[in-house]
């Protein structure tokens, strides 16, 4: 019922009184990119570059890596891609940059961890973006994964603007940096929270292990009050703050988040009808109130209901 009478919503993404949200795709190859390019949505909020990486005996080259970039920002033409750069180690680990095993793989060497001990690849996905960049210009975004403190954040930051790419920012997915947002914030141009490794860190609840999914539940109010803390340092700040965990593709999640303060949306790309479609039915007053229903409820069941409450009855 649901799905029927959302699916044909198309345009920019907006609450019901024209609070701007961006909807966005979540891609992890230059096919992807292609594919959510000819689909009605504002770009890529977060391009997972592992691919390029993962089950190789070999870092892929410079060379390879700019063709790979420059077709996925050829797809996207003037629309908005934000790059995450490479998000492995621990559970996903190079067989070239043989770290060791770890105990704890989720709090190991992972993300911008590890590009900060194998320098070398950071430097050359960086560059590699760079010189797409440089052929295809566009609205490109790249940020890094993993990010817990403010000399991660300016180590990237430099790194990224000292390469010429216009626009920097770290992903919000561990504790720290949610409660830390207007720090960070006040040293990159936007943040993205990722919502699977927030909620995992939050609730210290393996992503990985399914019987813990309602823990995982991203409707946990303790997760929804860190997405209201960097929030709030976006609002300090006056800078983006931007959902790219599987949170933002629920629709009523999604009003949530927008009451919150987020800016941008990014998903599944067949999640961008029915998210719009619902954001269109409500005002962002109503967005806000259920927010805070949802950050004030005692668990992750009541803040559903206390939100299901007020919804449009057409959603
Ligand atoms: C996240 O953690 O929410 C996220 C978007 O990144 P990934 O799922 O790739 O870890
Ligand atoms: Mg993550």
């Not at 993404?13 to 504002?42: C, F, H, M, S, Y």
């Not at 890094?144 to 430099?158: H, I, K, Q, S, W």
């Not at 976006?234 to 949530?256: F, I, M, N, S």
């Amino acid at each position: 019922r649901r799905a029927t009478a959302l699916a044909g919503s198309t345009g920019e993404g907006a609450t019901r009184d024209g609070t701007k949200v961006a909807l966005l795709a979540n891609i992890g190859t230059a096919d992807d990119a292609v594919n959510a390019a000819a689909k009605d949505l504002e770009g890529s909020g977060l391009f997972r570059t592992e691919f390029l990486f993962l089950e190789r005996d070999q870092a892929p080259s410079l060379e390879e890596q700019t063709a790979t970039y420059t077709k996925v920002f050829e797809a996207f033409g003037d629309r908005r891609v934000v790059v995450r750069t490479l998000d492995a180690g621990a559970d996903k680990p190079l067989s070239f940059a043989n770290l060791g095993e770890e105990d704890n793989p989720a709090l190991g060497r992972r993300g911008l961890r590890l590009g900060m001990i194998r320098e070398d690849l950071l430097d050359t996905q960086i560059q590699a973006l760079a010189a797409a960049y440089e052929k295809v210009g566009g609205d490109v975004r790249v940020m890094a994964p993993m990010v817990a403190t403010l000399d991660e954040t300016r180590y990237f930051a430099e790194k990224v603007r000292a390469a010429g790419l216009p626009k920097v920012g770290v992903m919000v997915e561990v504790p720290a940096a949610a409660l830390r947002a207007e720090q960070i914030l006040s040293i990159v141009d936007f943040v993205s929270i990722g919502t699977n490794d927030l909620s995992q860190y939050t609730m210290a609840a393996d992503r990985m292990q399914g019987e813990l999914a309602p823990l995982l539940d991203p409707w946990q109010p303790a997760v929804l009050q860190l997405i209201k803390s960097t929030c709030g340092g976006g609002r300090a700040t006056g800078k983006p703050v931007g959902v790219c965990g599987e949170a933002g593709g629920d629709p009523l999640l999604a009003l949530v988040l927008v009451g919150l303060g987020v800016s941008s949306l990014s998903m599944a790309p067949g999640r961008v009808p029915a998210v719009r479609a619902a954001l269109r039915l409500h005002d962002l007053a109503t967005c806000q109130q259920m927010a805070a229903y949802a950050v004030d409820a005692g668990s992750a069941t009541a803040a559903k209901e206390a939100v299901m409450g007020i919804v449009h009855p057409n959603l």
